[in-house]
């Protein structure tokens, strides 16, 4: 593999030499002799490293070196000076920059400091690759249709064709697509997942492919989309089925042309991704009231997988049970077990919200019972609890202790639905954050779940 190096500087002749030497070593090279056309040019390529003047036209190289650092911070820039002193040197380092050269230029330097910056590169890739591994994606399921998924998916991954997942919500669909990624060539770039149906139909073109700065009111910086944060990885559509018909038409003509445009530009910016969507809907109905393109549907359902809901994979629920009692409770510091009647009424009921719901109720089991081995009572009393609103031990409390106990499980079970939001949760019960984090302390809510703000 060719490494791709961007040369940039005003001076011809610098371009050239730096060209040459550059090339002689392997290495593909791009040059640039201002900063508006480097910015362009790190946008439409894939840079591995960037050599760049203080002094250019248009845009300074400092400002570009901001540009770099704070958009494409793994990209090694080199800073290069015929006027530079300690001081700029101490600024570009600041800044981000990889490692400051002086002209005349030292060739064999500038060669040094290409092999270890793009080796650095590499290195900080394999370390991203690395941490995604330290929680390996897993999909549990012994049934015979999860199996045959699951046996397909390495197959799948290798080609870059697209792929269409059905199913209800809470089946796991996010997951396979994970899995699809982790086995695919691209597994060392990113893997970006944004849910259609919960952005505003107003905000999803700039959410998908970016706008520039004062495209809109509140647009006050350049901001990159899903499409080309994904560049050269997979992205990952949930809900496709949401998507307006306006906001369609775009993505059928990135997957077929493989380029974009930013909101409020008329810049073509190239991308490279592997497209995963999903959606609950019918999508051929979706068609046939014309609220989904066929043209896209096509385009999108080159592979299309199934995901059968929980109900129909019984078989799967013991599997799932014991996998999610070994990470919260792990998670937790506990020890927990089912015993075989508790488990067995988990798997006699109808779990609307699939894998997800199961995995809630499970999490909420284990928070709410000190007991090391969960009992059919157990499991009885707080299914019972959430079905009737109501607890057996109830009848036994005064109303003080009613309320402190329904308060407690109406929180706890809102938050572990928010995924520990403390601002999500708070707009769900519609009550201030500083209420209910007020709320978490005089409950003892906190000390079991790990929260966040944001």
Not at 426 to 452: G, M, N, P, V, W
């Amino acid at each position: 593999m060719k490494y791709k190096v961007l040369v940039v500087d005003d001076e011809e002749k610098i371009r050239e030499t730096i060209s040459d030497i550059l090339s002689d070593e392997d290495y593909e090279v791009i040059c640039s002799n201002d900063g508006e056309d480097a910015i362009k040019k790190i946008l439409l390529e894939d840079i591995d490293a960037v050599l760049l003047d203080v002094m250019l036209p248009k845009k300074g190289g400092m400002a570009v070196l901001d540009y770099i650092h704070s958009e494409f911070p793994l990209i090694p820039a080199l800073i290069i000076s015929g006027h530079g002193d300690i001081k700029m040197a101490v600024e570009a380092m600041k800044k981000g920059a990889y490692d400051f050269l002086e002209k005349p230029l030292a060739f064999e330097r500038i060669l040094n400091s290409i092999r270890n910056a793009v080796k650095l590169k590499e290195l900080q890739m394999e370390n991203l690759n690395l941490k995604s591994k330290i929680e390996p994606v897993q999909f549990v399921g012994n049934s015979r249709g999860i199996q045959e998924i699951l046996a397909k998916l390495p197959q799948i991954a290798q080609s870059d064709a697209s792929v269409l997942i059905t199913g209800e919500n809470g089946t796991g669909k996010e997951l396979v697509a994970r899995m699809i990624h982790s086995y695919s060539l691209r597994k060392n770039f990113p893997f970006i997942s944004i849910n259609c149906a919960a952005i505003p139909e107003t905000l999803i073109e700039s959410e998908l492919f970016g706008f520039e700065k004062g495209a809109f009111t509140g647009a006050f910086r350049q901001k990159k989309g899903k499409f080309e944060t994904a560049h050269r990885g997979t992205l990952f559509l949930d809900e496709i089925g949401d998507l307006s018909l306006a906001a369609q038409a775009k993505v059928l003509r990135a997957v077929q042309e493989k380029e974009i445009q930013r909101v409020g530009s008329n810049e073509i910016i190239k991308v490279d991704v592997r497209l995963i969507t999903a959606t609950n809907k019918d999508i051929t109905d979706e068609i046939r009231q014309g609220k989904f393109r066929q043209d896209l549907f096509y385009r999108l359902n080159v592979i299309p997988i199934s995901i059968p809901p929980l109900r129909e994979r019984k078989d799967d629920i013991e599997p799932l049970i014991l996998y999610f009692i070994d990470e919260l409770a792990t998670k937790r510091g506990k020890t927990a077990s089912l015993s075989r009647a508790a488990i067995h009424i988990l798997e006699n009921r109808n779990w609307g919200g699939n894998v997800r719901e199961l995995r809630n109720f499970i999490e909420r089991m284990i928070i709410l019972n000190n007991k090391a081995k969960i009992e059919a009572e157990d499991v009885m009393k707080l299914l019972y609890s959430e079905e009737n609103n109501i607890d057996f031990k109830y009848e036994k409390m005064n109303l003080r202790e009613a309320k402190h106990d329904f308060e407690k499980k109406l929180i706890l079970n809102r938050l572990i639905s928010m995924n520990n939001n403390i601002t999500k949760t708070a707009e769900s019960l519609k009550i201030e954050r500083t209420y209910l984090h007020r709320k978490i302390k005089e409950l003892k809510i906190d000390s079991d779940l790990e929260l966040t703000e944001e």
